[in-house]
């Protein structure tokens, strides 16, 4: 098998090389433009397996790239690696054609891997499914083909052609053209549209109201008299008991006692049409949940230092001081800054997680009392909960935000559990066997449409009036679902209201005891820390508020420096702490080059990028100490102190 060949398109030339060199290591071919005129060129004369391309460049620029390559060769991988971090700039590039967004600089060259691999393997069963619908459609057409010839040789092999007829899983129906009455139909077809042979044959298929539209079927006939046959045609009929089912039609016309009939066969595509749009769905999600991932870190370095100076400030002003009024504006905006950044990561399924066995009834009391005081008065809420709930491993928060996103008009709250087997999970991916815990929310409200309610969980998606709703509130329900393995449906009626349904993995685990939510001063110390951060902002704040509790700092702005620093000093620090993502050397692995000089160091990490990258990083492991960016003055206090009383993480023999 070939190595695949990679196009990479960039107008700064050490950014193609170091590119080049790191992917040609991981056995690529990679080849050079360095403008979108040259890289437009290469394209035509490679074809390469996948295109990497920056945004801005001269003479063409990467939405021009992105626009052509999309339009000549659609299933090839475009990834926009760009400078840029405008969120406008991403969605544009995404509506020109790509699939992928990496910002840069591009510091761990193992997110470009991931992005490249993950990319080429979605070209990959993107094209083995078209394969497949050709093989499928290909096998349509020569069953059909099959079964008209066993017709037309009935008076030879009449009992061949019924085995053919019977047996065959699509519906297969034979009618008279004059007339349109039904002279037969195989077991399939009763199974399917729930009208036995007697029943069905000598009536008319308007008679048996199939047809969702009258238009459709004359359409169809007018084909198959004028053309003698069809394939695959997509059409959409009705059964028996009224549900609606989407199919392949594939009709001829033939000679029959003198008379001209249509033999037509109805492969069900329902459940695969459902698949397709789930699939579609996912990959969206991903997509945008993969930008949100990218766009975080940035996010919350900026909002860091906003939230602690302010609530610095507003610690040393009077409570009566005409500027505390602005500065708590401005703490507040940075606020609903971060929560909307979170928002995203959570419907991407990228936010970091406190995993901890819960009993969901607690959650529920808990969090009721503090819903009241948070939603309208005139909101009505009761609860039913089962009392054989059992426990679920969860981030008490994260359902406290779905309890909280669900909260608008009078409701019910209600648990239970079920058990899915293997039956219920083959028409639904989410979900795998077992048990589920349920939480059910009903509202009294005006209910949704068929049509709004395919598209709630997209992201940006909203009824509300403009500058009413960001559109994030049910994707973000949805993304917390997913991440905790479980899953979100929904059932509505028009101006009936509205249920929701959880489903969140039952474990074997007691309950963890509830966490206490008390206010208490700011912890301070007297010990030495040491400050590794790569942002200068961020560092700044972290040691002016350390040093104003009374802790000696000492700080570096990357690991080399911080080595550099350790090498002179005569004694241990007391603590690091370190940001994760960093050049030269992340931040545990600069722990582990610290801790071999002064065995026993104690750590905590702090990071703005998201949960799968941290993990990638080693600092996830149970028992780590760690602060997730942007944080509160007082949230960092307690994570030092946290860190400072607890023992040093244990480290692996080297």
């Known amino acids: 098998m070939s190595a695949p060949v990679i196009l990479t398109i960039d107008d700064e030339r050490h950014i193609r090389e ?61 990834i926009v690696i760009s400078g840029t971090g405008v969120l406008n700039d991403a969605i544009e590039a995404l509506r ?79 009618s008279r053209v004059s007339d349109g009455v039904i002279l037969d139909i195989n077991p399939a077809f009763s199974e399917l549209m729930g009208w036995s042979h007697e029943e069905a044959v000598g009536r008319t298929t308007s008679e048996l109201k199939v047809w969702n539209s009258e238009a459709d079927r004359l359409r169809l006939r007018d084909t198959l008299v004028s053309h003698g046959e069809c394939s695959n045609l997509d059409m959409s009929f009705r059964t028996r008991d009224g549900q609606t089912i989407t199919t392949l ?3 001829r016309t033939f000679e029959m006692d003198g008379e001209l009939c249509i033999i037509g066969m109805v492969r069900d595509m329902t459940g695969q ?131 909280m996103n669900l909260a608008v008009n009078a409701m019910t709250i209600a648990t239970g559990t079920t058990v899915f087997d293997e039956q219920d999970c083959a028409s639904n991916p989410n979900l795998t066997p077992g048990a589920y815990a349920v939480l059910s929310i009903n509202d009294t409200g005006c209910g949704m449409t068929e049509d709004v309610r395919r598209q709630i969980f997209e992201p940006f998606f909203t009824t509300k009036e403009a500058g009413k709703g960001t559109g994030l509130g049910l994707s973000t329900v949805y993304g917390i679902a997913r991440q905790h393995d479980g899953y979100v449906s929904v059932d509505s009626i028009p101006d009936r209201g509205t249920t929701f349904s959880v489903y969140l993995p039952l474990v074997d685990e007691r309950p963890a005891m509830p966490a206490e939510r008390q206010a208490s001063p700011a912890p301070a110390g007297h010990e030495t820390i040491l400050v590794v951060e790569d942002n200068p902002s961020v560092r700044r704040l972290i040691v002016k508020v350390l040093s104003s509790n009374g802790y000696t700092v000492l700080e570096a702005e990357e690991p080399r420096a911080c080595l550099e620093l350790c090498a002179g000093l005569a004694s241990a620090p007391d603590m690091l702490l370190t940001d994760v993502v960093m050049p030269y050397l992340n931040g545990h692995d600069l722990y582990l080059e610290l801790n071999r000089r002064w065995s026993g160091l104690k750590v905590a990490y702090m990071s703005g990028y998201t949960n799968e990258a941290i993990a990638h990083h080693g600092v996830m492991d149970a028992g780590a100490h760690f602060l997730q960016k942007p944080f509160a003055v007082h949230n960092l206090l307690e994570k030092v102190r946290e860190t400072l009383d607890s023992p040093p993480p244990a480290v692996p023999a080297q």
Request: proline share 4%.
């Open 273 to 403: 049409r459902q698949l397709e749009t789930q699939l579609i769905q996912a990959q969206k999600m991903e997509s945008i949940g993969r930008l949100a991932g990218g766009v975080a870190h940035d996010f919350n370095n900026l909002l860091t230092p906003i939230l602690g100076y302010t609530e610095l400030v507003l610690n040393n002003l009077a409570e009566s001081d005409p500027q505390a009024a602005h500065l708590r504006e401005v703490y507040k905006a940075a606020e609903n800054a971060k929560n909307l950044t979170r928002q995203l990561l959570a419907f991407g399924r990228k936010q970091v997680m406190q995993l901890r066995p819960l009993n969901l009834n607690d959650v529920i009391r808990d969090f009721s009392k503090i819903l009241r005081r948070t939603i309208r008065e005139d909101v009505l809420i009761e609860t039913s909960l089962s009392p054989e709930i059992g426990v679920i491993k969860a981030d008490q928060s994260q359902l406290e935000q779905i309890l």
């Open 96 to 174: 020109c054609g790509a699939w992928d967004y990496i910002l840069k600089p591009v510091q761990d060259l193992n997110v470009l891997l991931h992005a490249v691999n993950s990319n080429l393997e979605r070209s990959r069963l993107i094209k083995e499914n078209r394969r497949y619908q050709q093989h499928l459609e290909a096998e349509v057409e020569r069953r059909t083909a099959e079964i008209k010839s066993a017709y037309q040789c009935m008076q030879v092999s009449e009992a061949k052609f019924e085995k053919v007829f019977d047996a065959c899983p699509d519906l297969i129906i034979i």
């Open 18 to 78: 170091s590119f080049r060199k790191y992917l040609e290591d991981q056995d690529f071919v990679v080849h050079e433009a360095e403008n979108g005129r040259r890289g437009l060129k290469l394209f035509e004369e490679l074809k390469p397996d996948l295109v990497m391309v920056d945004l801005r460049m001269p003479e063409i620029d990467g939405l021009e790239v992105l626009k052509r390559i999309h339009a000549d060769s659609p299933d090839t991988p475009l």
């Open 249 to 251: 039609y594939s009709g």
